[in-house]
């Protein structure tokens, strides 16, 4: 099966890629920073993101857990985690419609999710916002969330309206679906 230029499976090799590519250099990607003094370390810090390398191992268990949920018989998960998408697909094809849905809004979620850990966050501009309906959809590096930046999309409690990448992939993959219906009708 031939996968798309840009897809989940190509975001994930490149977010991959990207992490060897980038290593650690300084305190800023590990999970633990303190102002307080510590011993010097024995040992020198992982050379790698370890942000990027959870969010791989969380992709991954979501991908594995929607597919041993629709086929508990599926074959044993590839040793290499870059074909964890294909395998999914391989071993969900006979799932009901509906499922198939899930697993395509899964994997334009997770799509989205593996360009901004990598830095593309322009991948979030193009969708408009599910409450105003305006291209005013912006990733929010500080707070780690998509916002609106439309002044008058405000919560009740005056706050920018936020978007889950579950939403926003949910709308995309079901409007996708009823172009195609409307363009077989």
Sequence with gaps: MNQPEDSATSRFRHLTAYMRERPV???????????????TATHPGLPI???????????????????????????PVPENIQDVYRWCVENTVHAPEAEQQRRETLEYKHQ????????????????????????????DSLKQRIACTNRKCVDQDGLSTTVEFARLAHLYVTARKNIRQVRAT
């Design 25 to 39: 250099t300084g305190p800023e990607g590990h999970s633990y920073i303190g102002n307080t003094p510590r011993g």
């Design 49 to 75: 993101n370890v942000r990027v390398l959870e969010h791989i191992d969380r992709t991954v268990a979501e991908v594995v857990q929607y597919t041993r949920e629709n086929n508990p018989a599926a074959e």
């Design 112 to 139: 989205l999710e593996h360009a901004v850990a990598a830095g593309d966050v322009a991948v979030i501009r193009p969708h408009r916002c599910p409450e105003c309906r305006t291209f005013g959809l912006m990733w």
